[in-house]
């Protein structure tokens, strides 16, 4: 199988960032030119420290013209200035972070409901995210969803289809096949045992 589109993933980073060789770690990963979108979620993190970070990451993604998303925080985005920000469905609502955010990308989670899919695009989401798709090491699955509901999700919405939970190099081809848009893959790159991020991410063909 050849894949159209090169830049198919989603990189979202670990939960922690422990140290500086991350930074130098995410710009190899990122020179494979297998990444559309690199989004920041540190869920722990005192809001000081997420600051620094992302403004580390977002030059670095400048550098290797990946779009930076920050998870959860539509604040943090426009004063960082990423590229936009992911929002679960428990964050803000989305007209209330459009308008912190302006024209900027805003994505949604929409777990395995079409109907939730749908209200994402009828209030101009960027994009919607569809999953858990496998048994994930990052987060535990509460919402475990089925090709079934991707290509339903598909033909409803017209904006692009992130599928997310335990992707890796087994198993992504199967979503891409069934018109995934992009990718959303984490523990696969950052807690693999055998493979170092870099060479990991090589493994998407």
């Given at each position: 199988m050849k894949i159209k589109n090169k830049k198919f993933?989603?990189?979202?980073?670990?939960?922690?960032?422990?140290?500086?060789?991350?930074?130098?770690?995410?710009?190899?990963?990122?020179?494979?030119?297998?990444?559309?979108?690199?989004?920041?979620?540190?869920k722990r993190e005192k809001l000081k420290k997420k600051i620094i970070i992302a403004k580390k990451i977002l030059k670095i993604c400048k550098r290797n013209?990946?779009?930076?998303?920050?998870?959860?925080?539509?604040?943090?985005a426009a004063k960082v200035e990423a590229d936009g920000c992911h929002l679960g469905q428990k964050d803000m609502d989305i007209n209330k972070a459009k308008k912190i955010l302006k024209n900027k990308i805003i994505g949604i989670t929409c777990h395995n409901s079409v109907k939730l899919?749908?209200?994402?695009?009828?209030?101009?989401a960027s994009y919607v995210a569809i999953g858990a798709f496998y048994k994930s090491s990052t987060k535990k699955v509460i919402f475990k969803s089925?090709?079934?509901t991707l290509k339903k999700v598909k033909k409803i919405v017209k904006i692009p289809v992130v599928a997310i939970g335990g992707i890796n190099k087994k198993n992504y081809k199967k979503l891409l096949l069934n018109k995934?848009?992009?990718?959303?893959?984490?523990?696969?790159i950052w807690q693999n045992k055998k493979y170092k991020p870099y060479e990991a991410i090589k493994k998407f063909i």
């Open positions: 993933i989603y990189l979202i980073s670990p939960i922690k960032i422990k140290n500086k060789s991350f930074f130098a770690s995410l710009d190899r990963v990122l020179k494979s030119g297998k990444v559309k979108y690199f989004q920041l979620r540190l013209k990946v779009k930076f998303l920050i998870n959860d925080d539509p604040y943090l899919a749908k209200k994402a695009y009828f209030n101009k089925s090709m079934q995934a848009d992009f990718l959303a893959i984490s523990g696969y």
